[in-house]
T-cell receptor
Framework: DSGVTQTPKHLITATGQRVTLRCSPR?????VYWYQQSLDQGLQFLIH???????AKGNILERFSAQQFPDLHSELNLSSLELGDSALYFC????????????FGQGTRLTVV | AQSVTQLGSHVSVSEGALVLLRCNYS??????LFWYVQYPNQGLQLLLK??????LVKGINGFEAEFKKSETSFHLTKPSAHMSDAAEYFC??????????????FGAGTRLTVKP
């Protein structure tokens, strides 16, 4: 158990819908990273938050957004969903924003039908 | 920019045999290199990493990897495979020095199967 909690574990939704994925980082960790893992794209970095502030954006679509709340949990919002958004979405957390090991959650498997 | 190539999307070995998973990197700056393991329905777990110092790095579960700058490689090995080693393995690279996990670039992964 990495200490990073992601909910829900599985999500099935229709095209055009909006979903919210939630991540609770390890106790004491200030950084939260979101990744997308798909068969064709592999593991791709989406976005990084540190202590409530956005630090970096990767290959995140405009239809996707995220935030980190004062209690440090984070949510990834995916809207106008397309079939191609079906993937495993991981959250990872680390103590600081540099040079530290990131611990991954078990992921949320999103299926868009 | 950094990138990694993992040679072989699937590797199958017998229990007790040597495990060798190949990773070659490309980086315009000195790299930090990582191996992660992903068990079914789990997130990624760090096996080992090379940052500075000794080029032979030992990790958890008996795995080790050697950084070879001349070959731009960071292959993962284990002398004797165990059934519990069956998983997906990812090589990752980032720049040396101050880095963030958002700078990491992951390989496509190698699925290791261990036959009894």
């Amino acid at each position: 158990d990495s200490g990073v909690t992601q909910t829900p574990k599985h999500l099935i939704t229709a095209t055009g819908q909006r979903v919210t994925l939630r991540c609770s980082p390890r106790s004491g960790d200030l950084s939260v990273y979101w990744y997308q893992q798909s068969l064709d794209q592999g593991l791709q970095f989406l976005i990084h938050y540190y202590n409530g502030e956005e630090r970096a954006k990767g290959n995140i679509l405009e239809r996707f957004s995220a935030q980190q709340f004062p209690d440090l949990h984070s949510e990834l919002n995916l809207s106008s969903l397309e079939l191609g958004d079906s993937a495993l979405y991981f959250c990872a957390s680390s103590v600081s924003d540099q040079n530290t090991e990131a611990f991954f959650g078990q992921g949320t498997r999103l299926t868009v039908v | 920019a950094q990138s990694v190539t993992q040679l072989g999307s699937h590797v199958s070995v017998s229990e007790g045999a040597l495990v060798l998973l190949r990773c070659n990197y490309s980086s315009s700056v000195p790299p930090y290199l990582f191996w992660y393991v992903q068990y079914p329905n789990q997130g990624l777990q760090l096996l080992l990493k090379y940052t500075t110092g000794a080029t032979l790095v030992k990790g958890i579960n008996g795995f080790e990897a050697e950084f070879k700058k001349s070959e731009t490689s960071f292959h993962l090995t284990k002398p004797s495979a165990h059934m519990s080693d069956a998983a997906e393995y990812f090589c990752a690279v980032t720049r040396a020095g101050l880095y963030s996990n958002n700078d990491m670039r992951f390989g496509a992964g190698t699925r290791l199967t261990v036959k009894p």
